[in-house]
């Protein structure tokens, strides 16, 4: 079956250092692949969309990798700070040219002053 | 730019009430989505519409009808609420620009169907 996984259980993480966060998926060929924040009671903001070609992407203290061929997309917070709690969804075009995207279930992440 | 709105915030209905969630949007988007989001389900596709006029199932859209009458808004009816559509409710929009994939969403809806 087709599935994006993002690791369920909370990640909790000490300020300063960096947070990386792991989305799986299995059995798409996506064109892209995109990071968004959520904050509680709040709607998805996007971070970051890294596409196929594209081994990496950056953005501040975000960075973004993608790896066809393992199937995966590592997000990393570096000199992460307290204001960087939020759940993290990742999300794919499963299907090519329907404009539209699935998400993972996110993975929340807590960041310890 | 107010970005993406919608109304209500909150909204509690009992089993077999009907209601319409309103979208709206500023950015002159093309496209438009409704997920729902549950505990541990994540983000789930609705319906969505890729334009004035059109609309198209996603992955969960029994008990759902949309419209897209203007392109500004993109309105999610419920005719019959069942305590399983309890959820948080989102819209999002999308633009048509070159590699402008990202979406942007409203606050959410918050409904309880008792």
């Known amino acids: 079956s087709q599935k994006i996984e993002q690791n369920s259980e909370a990640l909790n993480i000490q300020e300063g250092k960096t947070a990386t966060l792991t989305c799986n998926y299995t059995n798409y060929s996506p064109a892209y692949l995109q990071w968004y924040r959520q904050d509680p009671g709040r709607g998805p903001v996007f971070l970051l969309l890294i596409r196929e070609n594209e081994k990496e992407k950056r953005k501040e203290r975000l960075k973004v990798t993608f790896d066809t061929t393992l199937k995966q997309s590592l997000f990393h917070i570096t000199a992460s700070q307290p204001a960087d709690s939020a759940t993290y969804l990742c999300?794919?075009?499963?299907?090519?040219?329907?404009?539209?995207?699935?998400f993972g279930t996110g993975t929340k992440l807590q960041v310890i002053p | 730019n107010a970005g993406v709105t919608q109304t209500p915030k909150f909204r509690v209905l009992k089993t077999g009430q009907s209601m319409t969630l309103l979208c709206a949007q500023d950015m002159n988007h093309e496209y438009m989505y409704w997920y729902r989001q549950d505990p541990g389900m994540g983000l789930r596709l609705i319906h969505y519409?890729?334009?004035?006029?059109?609309?198209a199932k996603g992955e969960v859209p029994d008990g759902y009808n949309v419209s897209r009458l203007k392109k500004q808004n993109f309105l999610l009816g419920l005719e019959s609420a069942a305590p399983s559509q309890t959820s948080v409710y989102f819209c999002?929009?999308?633009?048509?620009?070159?590699?402008?994939?990202?979406?942007?969403f409203g606050p959410g809806t918050r409904l309880t169907v008792l």
């Open positions: 999300a794919l075009d499963i299907v090519r040219g329907y404009q539209k995207v699935t």
């Open positions: 999002a929009s999308k633009g048509t620009e070159t590699r402008a994939d990202t979406q942007y």
């Open positions: 519409s890729v334009g004035e006029g059109t609309t």
